[in-house]
């Protein structure tokens, strides 16, 4: 480039010199010398210009081999530009999720043009599940929140926040200070195990105490629900959470507890069944009340006419023909409800429909007949009641039965459902949701979901830290103590990620329409002053005592939202190429 400007420059000067009167000789050959070299910075330049475009395009050029091992339309960002897309799409995300963190947090609609369905809702795994992306490095930030609503059940919000704050930093680093992208990584890895073994020192465990254990279960579970839909009467769904978890007696696994949504009434109508309820009816044929129940599930085919299962057309001379045709299906699914029978059951549940003859055979035998019930009720109580899905009855013995000490009809509301006591799983329980509007009720469950996951993690692993923002701060400033005795440009990654920390209070109290910068520097030194139980109060708009507030989160829950983020920041940090296939072609018609 610096050869060609002074040709445009010379060639320029000359152009305006010719149109001008020159006074001398002297002048004149000037004129004449500058145009010369004019010309001369012009031949050489185009001559450099062409030489360039016959080694762009010489195969033999070894950059040339270098472009060409991509099809024709896969594309490639590499560099800086690779590493400022990454950079755009994470934090693109994180903007679109943080305005709902926190009990202030707003609400998102999410509306699919092609169904039509509209949710309403602030969860975070339901949003980050929900939007399309085209970004790589967002699509990252999505699969870790999956991670962490798989592990822990809640949280997801604060870690692709956090992850993104952690990038902006990043970012900064990169491009202002020009620190190199694996300095910044081995900052952030120093940073984030100090962060977690200060955790691991502020978090607490009352598991030995029965009493203490389940308040703070219930503090946990008021504080999940505080950013929900159920923020109004978190006290009541909290007891409601707890008591259904410890009903599974140590156990994570929340098949056991089968959540039913019914509209009408009000949220406060929900309540918890120390049984399992089956949203079906009973046929009409039998009983509508069965004592010590011994169970059948199956996912059978129970239709007389065979022949129109599979389609077949069957041309017949007469009436009486079609008769024997009948009887024969008919003796064939007699044949079927007797071996059904074989296995000395009292009650018959199956996936698919049951029609008027083996009905009226079931009735006749004196067993309780379920039809067309749906699969995850059926795999459900295939669990809880201690049996199996069956296919086939020609073993009777190789069959588990599934056992319960009552079976009975109830009204939810103005539906009938079939309620099962007394459960082989003793922990079995049903969740019954009530409320306005279907809307309401799915983001209902959503939230007790996210309660119940939390909790039943919490009784896994008992230890619980200070929510309110205090834990962040705690951990962000002994980041800070840390970056004091680092050396090198590591000390200012590893400052970088305590102002990273210190931006999930800060959103807090911006979510809630506080002054941000006073609240959190408010808590920064109370914190330097000894009260490390002091967080943000987001009634009064103040800081506060997490312990007086009870406000208490899950340790497991915080633990692995600073895992999730940093790793998510090293990944995306390590990025130097991005490389998108070439899209694939429809066949031709």
Do not use: W
Request: with cysteine; charged share 25%.
């Amino acid at each position: 480039m610096r050869s060609i400007a002074p040709g445009f420059l010379l060639r320029e000067h000359s152009t305006f010199t010719s149109s001008c009167c020159f006074s001398s000789e002297n002048e004149q050959a000037n004129h004449a010398e500058q145009s010369r070299a004019a010309y001369s910075t012009k031949s050489f330049n185009t001559r450099r210009t062409q030489q360039r475009t016959e080694d762009s395009t010489d195969q033999s050029h070894p950059c040339s081999k270098i472009m060409n091992i991509f099809a024709n339309e896969a594309t490639q960002e590499r560099a800086e530009n690779a590493r400022l897309s990454s950079f755009v799409g994470a934090l693109a995300l994180g903007d679109l999720v943080k305005s709902t963190l926190g009990p202030k947090g707003m609400n998102k609609i999410l509306h699919s043009t092609t169904t039509g369905d509209i949710t309403v809702t602030n969860d975070g795994a339901t949003i980050l599940k929900s939007v399309p992306l085209d970004n790589a490095a967002a699509k990252i930030l999505v699969n870790i929140s999956k991670v962490q609503d798989d592990e822990v059940g809640d949280g997801t919000t604060s870690c692709c926040v956090l992850a993104a704050e952690l990038l902006r930093e990043a970012e900064k680093l990169v491009t202002t200070n020009r620190i190199h992208p694996q300095t910044v990584i081995e900052g952030y890895r120093i940073a984030s195990k100090v962060a977690l073994d200060v955790l691991d020192q502020n978090a607490r465990n009352n598991s030995s105490n029965a009493e203490a254990f389940r308040k703070d279960l219930v503090n946990i579970a008021r504080t999940t629900l505080s950013s929900k839909v159920l923020a109004a009467d978190k006290d009541y769904f909290a007891n409601l959470a707890v008591d259904a978890v410890l009903r599974l007696k140590g156990s994570t696994d929340l098949d056991h507890i089968q959540i039913i949504k019914k509209p009408g009434g009000q949220l406060t109508d929900s309540y918890l069944d120390e049984g399992f309820i089956l949203d079906k009816k009973i046929c009409t044929s039998g009983n509508k009340s069965l004592k010590n129940a011994k169970i059948l599930i199956a996912n059978t085919s129970m239709d007389t006419d065979k022949v129109k299962v599979f389609g077949a057309r069957i041309r017949v001379g007469g009436t009486a023909a079609l008769a024997d045709l009948e009887r024969a299906e008919k003796e064939k699914m007699k044949a079927k409800v007797a071996k059904i029978q074989a296995h000395g059951i009292n009650c018959f549940v199956n996936r698919q429909l049951v029609y008027n003859y083996p009905e009226s055979l079931f009735a006749e035998a004196g067993i309780m007949c379920i039809e067309h019930a749906d699969f995850e009720g059926v795999e459900r109580l295939a669990l809880v009641t201690g049996g199996e899905i069956t296919s086939t009855f020609d073993q009777p013995e190789m069959v588990k039965l599934g056992h319960c000490d009552l079976i009975e009809e109830v009204m939810v509301g103005e539906d009938v459902l079939i309620k099962f006591s007394g459960v082989a799983a003793g922990e079995a329980c049903t969740v019954v949701i009530r409320g306005a509007t279907a809307q309401m009720i799915d983001e209902a469950e959503r939230s007790l979901h996210d309660a119940l996951a939390v909790i039943s993690q919490t009784v896994k692993e008992p230890r619980v830290t200070y929510g309110g923002g205090c834990v962040e701060m705690f951990m962000a400033n002994a980041v800070d103590d840390e970056a004091k005795v680092t050396k090198g440009k590591k000390a200012i990654a590893v400052e970088s990620f305590a102002h990273a920390l210190r931006q999930l209070p800060t959103i807090l109290a911006d979510n809630a329409g506080f002054d941000s910068s006073d609240l959190v520097a408010q808590l920064r030194a109370a914190h330097y002053a000894g009260q490390t139980d002091m967080g943000l109060d987001m009634q009064e708009g103040k800081i506060a005592s997490m312990e007086d507030l009870g406000v208490y989160e899950s340790y497991k829950l915080k633990r692995q939202v600073v895992l999730s983020a940093s790793e998510a920041a090293e990944m995306i940090l390590r990025v130097d190429d991005i490389l998108r296939s070439t899209p694939r072609k429809r066949d031709g018609h």
